[in-house]
């Protein structure tokens, strides 16, 4: 990644104003990290000499057993996404009905549910946590609920004895979406162990990842046996099936990679928190942007750098700060927009759902994620740092200017947003 040389700090060195972008190539979010090539290249050598390239290789198992004593639970059953591994999750535990979930999360935790028929019952979440709030639970609870599933937002884990106790009290199952959280904890015991069980995904875009993969991690044993025979169509040795199953198998390549991104897994995490900590460092004091913090009395991965805009006090939205980022070849994100109550087929299934979701629905235009990870650096973060500050600083210029040209954002104005819900 290239910082261009001069230095942002008028409005009229800004890329929106016609001057070249700070970065010479595309800074993204969610750039993979790749640990030691050498060892994975080495590793995926000794697979094609092996010939066994998928079908609970032994580097599958190799992998399960180190996450599992990483995370410091019995099971780890490795999968190919995220996505399957919540889908049979939610099947082994016999869920139906509703389950209630959070809207504020990746689409990808309301259609495991909705494609197996399961109607994802959308609750709001605390503005402070950004995670599903307990207090409204109980409130969404019908004869038809038989689960919850909470969303470790970030890496930061919910309210989970809250939620157990809900689950209990009310006779519902509980598990995690867990795919921000690995290398997270909750007073001081590692997310993986959590609930009947957790799911992780390993995305490329993950700061831990297996190219794709994902894993559902339980101190239960029959439900990890459960989910195994589903990962496998339900084959119990040759010719057996004795369970309706999928494929979900996560491949040696992938489980290469896994088991080398394990290796720098501390590299990973150390050049994230010195990341976040410039973050903390050239945003500091600008009006109107708050930058999510971490407990960092808890191990956590640091992997999301998350910003809030305020637009009254910055007299720019989200959508605007974030559009003067691209033209600077800087990719910030607009994370969960326009949330999952929004998105097909649940828009159409529930036009008044963002009635009951004002958190959702005002985090959703607030919110903005910049990059981290081993793709950037304190050079490029002082450049970003420097591009905000700027822009913040001659809010009104950039809006005017902003009003003249075309947005390369789908943007949903907060007055279009309104409309979709009357
Ligand atoms: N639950 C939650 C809470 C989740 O966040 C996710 C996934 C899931 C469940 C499901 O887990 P998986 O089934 O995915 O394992 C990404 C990821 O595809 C997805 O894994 C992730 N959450 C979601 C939040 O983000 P996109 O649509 O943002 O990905 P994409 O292709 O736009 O990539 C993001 C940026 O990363 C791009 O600017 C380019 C860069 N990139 C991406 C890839 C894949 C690279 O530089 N290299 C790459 O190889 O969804």
Redesign the pocket.
Known sequence: MKVQASPKLDTRDLAIFGKPPAFAEKV?????NIGNRERLLGRINDMLDRNWLTNDGPYVQQFEKQIAEFVGVRHCVAMC??????EIAIRALGLTGEVIVPSF??V??AHALQWQEITPVFCDIEQSTHTIDPAQIEKMITPRTSGIIG?H?WGRPCDIDTLEAIAWRRNLQVLF?A??AFGCSYKGKMIGGFGRCE?F??????FFNTF???AVLTNDDALAEKMRLMRNFGFRGNDNVIYIGTNGKMTEVCAAMGLTSLESVDEFVETNRRNYHAYRRELNGIPGLTLLAYDESEPTSYQYIVVEVDEQVVGLGRDELVQVLVEENV?A?R?FFPGCHRMEPYRSYFPHAALTLPETEKLCRRVMVLPNGTSVDEGAISQIGQVMRTAVSNAAAVRARLAGSESSLPVQSETATRSTTA
């Open positions: 993204h979010v969610g750039r993979p996404n995220g996505t399957v591994a919540l999360t990746f990808a935790t969303v937002t979406d795919a921000h799911v995904s390993f995305h490329a875009t993950k794709e993969g994902g990719l994100r994370y």
